[in-house]
């Protein structure tokens, strides 16, 4: 049996340990807001946060993360997180389908950085958007970088 802690939660799989990050998410604990997106780690659909810091799910096994705290884009409320609120009031996402990974590579940058610059926004975020929403995740980014408490991310 392997222990997890995701969104504030124990759990406990009886799956393989080489198993990936994201199927035990998606298939096991059935938190479907992590998507698969490329399986390579290359389009950042299934973004997640391990002990807070931004880790490509498809990439991570079972085992690396056990002990570690995991959050998924269920872990985050719209209370609590001034980045989605921002998605909301800019509009950003068209499909949405790449959005939970953009929001929590974004949540990660800001707790890295509080207050980014395009710039360092361009180098931090590297997940994909088929629709091409890149400027408006930029203005997202920086409109929930200029709202009071977003060092609190």
Do not use: F
Not at 70 to 83: A, C, M, Q, S
């Amino acid at each position: 049996m392997l222990q997890l802690k995701v969104n504030g939660q124990d759990h406990k799989l009886d799956i393989d340990p080489d198993t990936p990050l994201l199927w035990a998410l998606r298939d096991h604990l059935h938190l479907h807001g992590t998507k698969y997106g490329c399986g390579i780690g290359l389009c950042g659909s299934c973004t997640v946060h391990v002990d807070e810091h931004a880790v490509r799910a498809c990439l991570v096994t079972v085992a690396d993360v056990t002990g570690k705290t995991i959050t998924t884009i269920e872990g985050l409320t719209p209370d609590t997180e001034p980045v989605q609120q921002a998605w909301d009031e800019i509009q950003v996402p068209q499909c949405g389908y790449c959005q939970p990974g953009m929001i929590m590579a974004s949540v990660a940058l800001l707790r890295d950085k509080p207050s980014p610059s395009p710039a360092d926004i361009d180098v931090a975020i590297t997940n994909i958007c088929r629709c091409g929403t890149y400027n408006r995740v930029r203005q997202a980014i920086l409109a929930a970088a200029s709202k009071k408490g977003t060092t609190d991310v």
